[in-house]
Every structure is written in C-alpha cells, then in structure tokens.
C-alpha cells in the first residue's frame, strides 16, 4: 500500500519525516552500534542521504521504513569497515570507563540485553529492534531491511535464537521469549 501521507520531493514533508521519525531511527541505530554517539553520527548521516533521495522516493511503501533501510545499510557498511584496533578508537566507540549513556530511551533496558544485541550481527539486531521495540510488521521490517518480506521470520528467529541462548548463559531473564510466542 503506497505511503500517501508523504509526497517524494516536497521539502516540509520531509522536514516532518524528519521531525516523527529522527528518534525511532536513532534508538534503532543506538541498539544496533551499542553506542550512543556512533548512532547519532550515523543518523544525521541517513538523513543527509535520505534528503538528497527524497525526489527519487517512489511512496510504495511506509516512508519511515525507507528511512529504516537507508540507516540500516549505512550502519553495516561503517561496522563493516570500523576498525577497533586502537585503545583511541575504542574509548571514542564506548566511552571511558565510568560514562554511563542514558538507557531510558535506548531499545535495551540492561547491560546484559545491550551486550547480547552488540554480538549479533547488525541486521539481526535491527530486525530485533524493529519488531519488538518499535513494533514494525514482518513487511516493514523487510522494507527496512531490504530483504524479501519472506527471510524475516527466520532472521528474526536466529535473533531469538543467540538472544536466548546469551542472555540464559548469563542467568538474564529474557523477554524476547514470551513476545516470540505472541507473534
């Protein structure tokens, strides 16, 4: 079903867009580094390019999911290339020790979940936080993604899968079980 509430090109529907949808695609962006400060790096730099296509956008689907894919894609490309080989690097990544980034309006809700989502692969962290943070359908996720709407349920259960098996090594209750069932 084509997004009608957002015509490609015009300039106040994207500063709108960008207005409803900056802090979902920055809490999505947040679980899927693990850091708050890459995130926003990295969500500025989605919306600069989401901008510079907004005339090319054919409306087929929901714009924020658009938005989604676009952030997604730029944030596997940069961990791709991220190199973490120096001390610098790292602490400018995570933070000093003793910084603690605000987790209230973070997908995750304990170090236990933020570390577990950190050592899954970006985009099955970003389909994790697409379904059970913001509540994204299985075709949002794939419009998201880029993936058939088809590989969602089984991205989404390898998730689950590592998720569950992190988090019960480490004693952490997980809440991903119960909402897997509800689905």
């Known amino acids: 079903m084509p997004d009608t509430s957002y015509r490609p090109g015009n ?5 709108r867009l960008y207005r409803d949808s900056y802090p979902r695609i920055l809490r999505t962006l947040i679980g ?22 907004w005339g090319a956008w054919r409306g087929d689907g929901p714009a924020e999911a658009w938005l989604h894919r676009i952030a997604i894609r730029l944030a596997i490309s940069q961990l791709r290339h991220a190199k ?14 003793g910084q603690h980034r605000q987790l209230a309006d973070v997908v995750v809700e304990s170090d236990s979940l933020l570390s577990a989502l950190r050592s899954l692969p970006p985009d099955q962290a970003a389909a994790i936080i697409l379904r059970h943070h913001h509540g994204y359908s299985s ?3 794939a ?24 988090l ?15 689905r």
């Open 143 to 166: 419009t998201a993604l880029g993936i058939p709407e088809s590989t969602v349920a089984s991205r989404l259960a390898m998730a689950r899968q590592r998720l569950n098996a992190l």
């Open 32 to 53: 899927v580094f693990g850091d708050r400060a890459a995130a926003e790096d990295c969500t500025q730099e989605a919306f600069v390019k989401a901008y510079q296509a």
């Open 168 to 182: 019960s090594d480490e004693g952490s209750p997980t809440v991903l079980r119960e909402q897997a069932r509800r």
């Open 11 to 15: 300039a106040a529907d994207f500063d």
């Open 139 to 141: 075709r949002e996720i």
């Open 84 to 97: 973490l080989g120096t001390v610098t690097e790292l602490l400018r990544r995570i933070g000093r020790p």
